[in-house]
């Protein structure tokens, strides 16, 4: 990442910790707290379709299975400490993933789609369908944890806060392992995966350890997602919600973890847009066929995702500039092949 | 320097369906040691090196590397033994540098996978060699080019840089002189020789003359057969070849 990047993120991070002390009211403080909390659940994805060229359809399973993790594993006798409570939810996530990830990843292509949409349908199933999940009503968390004495997380702040925290936990620890050798082999294994294994790479295991790192952190988001609501139900491991998570990384544009932070407020925010009644009156049930149709709109305009704005915006403003430099770019490409 | 076997295959064979690609072709590859095999269009000589590097499985016979038994081994654990091999359709990673090209080749005998907190290009071992290979490759000016926008010519010397960078013990190269011009291949000539004291080499090629400068040993393949095998003179001299590949070719 260049500076004027890393940069632009600090600003993201640093406006988002001042939001609630400069007027961000009760509504404001929960939606962008639930985007935040997405935002986890988009980066972990980036990890497997953007840096490894891994297109998961079954995110959201990952995510559910943490929300359940953390209901579940915090009882019904007090309040347990975030501490524990968020690294076993993790942990769960995690172990369901290096099972999916074990055998989706012997398929390829449409079919490692399709089998990671499968193994989440099942995880939906199984909470939708048996007494442990409490069927389509969901559950209830009693008790939510606490940090120490003090922080409490009932308290939207608190919650709002940590929240943050952990998304800039997971973009940090993220931007380090993208650079780090593993990053670069899994950005090997997306650009050419032949290639790799013909210079010595064993692909297999680095694919699956992507899976899990990448389950273990959309486990947190969900964890904290349950922690915020204090209540899970099914629908967090539906297909819906891993499509949305896709469109959130695309949206954004693919292969930068900015994107999927820039995408994930990007598609939350246009959604609660779209569903105000406010402005839209009864047209409002209807916020599906707004969000379709700016996707479409934003993907046909920029291919690259919104990362790719600044870009678009710059080539527009050269005016004939760009027209040239596309002829440019043709002669050199036809250059390379001949 | 001692002439001993790097590389051995013994009967290789492979059929796709009904067509026997490869047909019980066994092939030495020594040290110091150029052994360039020609053939026509089609005569299995790119599905050789996808079977000795371990590519694709064989249907029969047997590898063996540095005196060990490989042929169960699968391609990425060949190649971190020291068996390095490039293409004859570019296999580079076109969105990234020229240098990042070779260092994520030079990584494979560096992984540690684990150590997800260490920036990639502070380990310098791989930087090192990345550069060495990059600069005997002649690349030297466009490490900072993405490797997808370089000439046709560079993207060749590139495949030839990632696989040294890896700095195997055998090489094994798919047609590298094929889009050269005339002085990119001067140079690939004289790295191989360069390459050849430690390393062996084998050398698929079209141009003729480049193998018959640079080649210790030929082997001649048609249609998945050895027909013929020696030294440029014998090659040069023999009525089989004609026949069968040069009268055709030349
Ligand atoms: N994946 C495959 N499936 C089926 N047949 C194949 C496959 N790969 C190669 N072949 C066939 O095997 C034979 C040998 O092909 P190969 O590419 O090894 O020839 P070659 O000697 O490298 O030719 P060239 O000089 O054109 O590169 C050809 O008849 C080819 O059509
Ligand atoms: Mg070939």
Redesign the pocket.
């Known amino acids: 990442m260049d500076k004027s990047k890393g940069i632009f993120v600090a600003l993201v991070f640093m406006a988002l910790a001042l939001y609630p002390f400069v007027g961000g009211g009760g509504y404001g403080i929960d939606i962008v707290t639930k985007i935040m909390i997405y935002a986890i659940l988009a980066l972990s994805l980036e990890l497997l379709v953007g840096t490894t060229g891994l297109v998961c359809f079954g995110q959201a399973a990952f995510f559910g299975i943490g929300a359940y993790a953390a209901v579940l594993f915090s009882g019904e006798q007090g309040a347990a400490s975030i501490l524990w409570l968020l690294p076993a939810s993790m942990l769960a996530a995690a172990v369901y993933a290096l099972a999916v990830g074990a055998l989706s990843l012997r398929t390829r292509g449409v079919y490692f789609i399709m089998v990671t949409l499968a193994f989440a349908q099942m995880a939906y199933f199984v909470v939708h369908d048996t007494p442990l999940g409490g069927g389509t009503d969901g559950i209830y968390l009693y008790f939510r944890p606490t940090l120490g004495e003090k922080l409490k997380f009932d308290e939207p702040l608190v919650m709002y806060l940590f929240s943050l925290g952990t998304l800039v936990f997971v973009f940090g620890f993220l931007t380090v392992l993208l650079n780090s050798r593993f990053g670069r082999a899994l950005a090997g294994i997306r650009v050419n995966e032949q290639r790799m294994r013909g210079t010595g790479f064993t692909t297999y295991p680095y694919k699956l350890a992507a899976f899990v790192i990448s389950g273990g952190l959309a486990g947190l988001g969900g964890a904290l997602f349950a922690i915020k609501d204090g209540f899970v139900n099914p629908e967090l491991m539906s297909w819906h919600l891993s499509g949305a998570a896709l469109m959130m990384i695309i949206l954004g544009g693919l292969g930068h973890l900015r994107g999927a932070l820039i995408g994930a407020f990007a598609f939350l925010l246009l959604q609660e847009f779209f569903k105000a009644e406010a402005i839209f009156g009864e047209f409002a049930k209807h916020w599906h066929l707004g969000m379709g149709i700016v996707i479409i709109a934003a993907v046909a305009v920029l291919p690259r995702g919104l990362v790719g704005l600044p870009e678009v915006l710059r080539k527009r403003l050269a005016g004939s500039g760009g027209g040239e430099s596309r002829i440019g770019g043709l002669k050199s490409a036809q250059g390379g092949a001949k | 320097m001692a002439n001993d076997v790097l590389l051995r295959g013994k009967d290789i064979t492979r059929r796709?369906g009904g067509?026997v690609?490869v047909n019980k072709v066994s092939i030495e590859l020594e040290r110091n040691c150029v052994h360039a095999v020609i053939?026509t269009?089609?005569?299995?000589?790119?599905?050789?090196i996808n079977l000795l590097s371990g590519e694709i499985p064989l249907s029969d016979g047997s590898v063996e590397l540095l005196g060990k038994d490989v042929t169960g081994w699968t391609q990425p654990k060949r190649a971190r033994a020291g068996l390095g091999r490039s293409y004859?359709r570019n296999t580079i990673f076109p969105s990234f540098s020229v240098f990042e090209n070779c260092r994520l080749a030079a990584q494979a005998k560096h992984q540690k996978g684990w150590a997800w907190w260490e920036r990639a290009d502070r380990c310098s071992v791989s930087t090192d060699s990345a550069r060495d290979a990059a600069h005997r490759a002649g690349l030297d000016k466009l490490m900072d080019r993405t490797a997808g926008m370089i000439s046709h010519g560079q993207k060749r010397q590139l495949e030839i840089a990632m696989c040294l960078a890896t700095d195997p013990k055998v090489l094994l190269l798919d047609?590298p002189l094929a889009g050269m011009g005339a002085e990119e291949t001067e140079r690939m000539l004289a790295m191989l020789d360069e390459l050849r004291p430690d390393h062996a080499i084998l050398l698929v090629e079209?141009d003729m003359d480049a193998v018959f400068r640079v080649a210790n040993q030929i082997t001649v393949m048609v249609n998945g057969t050895v027909i013929a095998r020696g030294d440029p003179d014998f090659i040069r001299n023999s009525p089989e070849v004609r026949v069968a590949y040069l009268g055709e070719g030349h």
């Open positions: 796709w067509l690609a053939g269009n089609g005569a299995g000589k790119s599905t050789l004859q047609e079209h």
